[in-house]
């Protein structure tokens, strides 16, 4: 990350190199830096896929004082660093290059520094990392291993209707059956399992017949959700000398897509050879956009000519960086949240379903139901069913929408289970344990 003077910060994911850095540009915030560094090294302890692994709103008593004691060892962290934001925790430094730099050090300002310092201390424990040949490569990889277990993939068969069938004559329990494709193929199924967008599912899949008020509150509008812009560019020039992202803060800001920036983030992909011939790079800037800026003007001339004019302003941004690249540029690709929308089928063109905030975080630490109201064996997965989304969370969320561990029918968790719950903990826990635990309980 560098400033307009030339300052630069580094984000090592190795907490004791990341630390002696910070200190160096600022050692008042020391007391600050030391914080951040130590809870980088605890979440290496820290396996954030014990929130996911079974659906929370089946838990009973026993399954959450299992799951209680196994998060007891990181109550302190979590309830540190759960429910505040980079933006807030950057606000807190003396260092005006580390008050802008720590909010925007993991993309967007207002993610959880929990999820945070995870990503730093997963990529140090080599937990996470960029998967070779890029998010294809990764697909083709489970695509293959899917299709040796006898696993059958159809592609291009967009489902157009989750059909119903009513026990009874009709007066009794509703299941989802079969799928209808835009074909009009039909097919009959034990169970569906939609990995599609939410929003989609439940209100045109199914027609919003299965909602109730609380899934209507979600798909209103008012949770947080990241349309983006992605400006990629491919290039005849080797980048491979420069870092793989750096962040500009700037001290005039650039108006793009009418709002004023004053980060523009641009990564090069040059450290994984199969994305670009060689001696040439894969450029990207990514922006946050708003989905309906572009909508409304999704169809007209305006929409390529604003698209063009994005990338112009990127385009410009970089030559001034890299004298030169202006003429190497080969390929130019605008992504708008239309076109993720188009080709995901992604509510809001969203990348990874809600954001995971202060406001969202709740939702993830109660869990979100997998399945309709009054419709069985229709169960939901993907990005849409937990706040946060990404490949790992929906990875973790697998198990959850197994229909083995969701028999159709089981009764969710009922508030004075949840209240029992407390009583068990005590009992194995002692008054000192159930406080700490209450105070990861205030962070819930
Ligand atoms: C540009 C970008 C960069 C990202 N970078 C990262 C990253 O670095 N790390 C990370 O962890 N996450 C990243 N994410 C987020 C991550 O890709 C998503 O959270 C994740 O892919 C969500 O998985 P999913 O299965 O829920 O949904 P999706 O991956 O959106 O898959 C949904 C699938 O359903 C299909 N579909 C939709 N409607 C229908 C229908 N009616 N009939 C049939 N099929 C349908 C779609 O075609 C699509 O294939 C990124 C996302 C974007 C957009």
Redesign the pocket.
Known sequence: MVDPGGRTLIVYCDPDRLEAHLKELSPADGRLIEALCEGVRRFTRFDMSLLAQQPRTLMGPLDWARLGSKLLPHVGPLAQWGLLSARAFGARFKDPLLRRAVPQMFAWPEILMMAALSLLAYTYTGNAGFPAGA?LEFSRSIERHYRELGGQIHYK????RILTHTDGGGVGRQWAAEVR?YSDDEHRADYVIS???GR?TVF??LDGRFVNRGIKRLYDGHLPVYS?V?ISLGVDRDLSAEPHWVTYLLDRPLTIAGDERYEIGVKNYCFDPSLAPAGKSAVIA?LTAHYHYWQRIYGHRLYDTEQSQVSGIIIDFLANLYPGLRAQIEVVDE?MPLR?ER????WLGS???WLLTTQTMPMMIRGMSKTLPGLHNLFM????VEPG??????CALRPQCDPVNLPSGRAPVRDDQELEYLDIMRAALGDAGLAHFHELCRVL
């Open positions: 998010s068969s967009e489902v157009e494709l990995a599609a967008d989609g045109d899949l983006q992605q990514m992504a993720y080709y995901t089928g992604n990348s990874c379903g997965a993907g990005q849409w989304g990404t490949v790992p969370m929906v």
